[in-house]
């Protein structure tokens, strides 16, 4: 397959695409600005797309049938950092008796700290869990599967 040849005219056309990108992008930023509260002196008005330069779901695309760029958007929205969990599971684990599982874990944080219990999502008490037993303080003793969650043990501490 052979490639196009690079000419003038050609790489003038590009440039004038990178610059309608720009400005497009520098519009978007000073709408943004203005939505979030900043005070913006100039006025902002938003840029007409042209064919040349399509916007689809908030990607541009730079060069038609050429190299792509995608610029977007996260449609995830990350939570706050919650601090304090990996000791507060420390704490809860030295008191559990027996072998347990995350949910025994936020019962028992929700009895202890409620307000901290709701912010801790599933995902950041896995994440713990798995540092506790990557660091040795517990041990898996029956991996999770696609219907029960994981079982685990605190290591026992020689005397």
């Known amino acids: ?3 196009a040849a690079l ?3 050609s790489l003038e056309a590009y440039k004038r695409l990178l ?4 400005e497009l992008t520098d519009s978007m930023i ?3 600005d203005k939505v979030g509260g900043a005070d913006v002196a100039e006025s902002v008005t938003p840029m007409p797309t042209t064919s040349d330069t399509p916007v689809e779901h908030g990607a541009f695309k730079v060069v038609p049938g050429g190299s792509v760029s995608n610029i977007s958007r996260s449609s995830r929205v990350s939570q706050p950092r919650v601090r304090g969990v990996l000791a507060a599971v420390k704490q809860i ?3 559990l008796p027996g072998p347990f599982d995350k949910n025994d874990i936020i019962a028992r944080l929700r009895e202890r700290d409620s307000e901290l219990a709701v912010n801790i999502s599933p995902a950041n008490l896995r994440n713990t869990l798995r540092l506790l037993a990557k660091s040795g303080y517990i041990q898996v003793q029956i991996d999770a599967t696609s219907t029960s969650c994981a079982k685990y043990t605190k290591k026992r501490v020689a005397a």
Not at 19 to 22: G, S
């Open 93 to 95: 684990v030295q008191d």
């Open 7 to 9: 000419t003038r005219e």
């Open 30 to 32: 000073r709408n943004l």
């Open 19 to 22: 610059l309608e990108q720009l």
């Open 1 to 3: 397959m052979p490639k």
